[in-house]
């Protein structure tokens, strides 16, 4: 059974930085795609950035890119989402999530991934 722990959020000053954390476990991920999504308060699930596990290829959400940046640590099953800049519009319950690649195309919509994480809380004060 795969299972996905995210850790790492916490409160941040607007312009401040963190890193999520997302360790992986109970399958080889090789074949998986990892993303990370975001939900606010009274909002639905949103796409923040996805990877390729094998290949390393990334895609961020419009509102993100250039500020947060996806990557992956194979020898530690670990996919990590550092987040600069960071606006109090970036205040959401963060989750990662987990999905056999299938597709050449980028996932990007929730019901593509079959495994989540508890998520994890970041709230950025201005």
């Known amino acids: 059974q795969v299972q996905l722990v995210e850790s790492g959020g916490g409160l941040v000053q607007a312009g401040g930085s963190l890193r999520l954390s997302c360790a992986a476990s109970g399958r080889t991920f090789s074949n998986y795609v990892m993303g990370w999504f975001r939900q606010a308060p009274g909002k639905e699930r949103e796409f923040v950035a996805t990877i390729t596990w094998s290949g390393g290829s990334a895609y961020y959400a419009d509102s993100v890119k250039g500020r947060f940046t996806i990557s992956r640590d194979s020898a530690k099953n670990t996919v990590y989402l550092l987040m600069n800049s960071l606006k109090p519009e970036d205040t959401a319950v963060y989750y990662c999530?987990?999905?056999?690649?299938?597709?050449?195309?980028?996932?990007?919509?929730?019901?593509?991934?079959?495994?989540w994480g508890q998520g994890t809380q970041v709230t950025v004060s201005s």
């Open positions: 999530a987990a999905a056999v690649l299938s597709s050449s195309r980028y996932y990007t919509r929730p019901d593509q991934y079959n495994y």
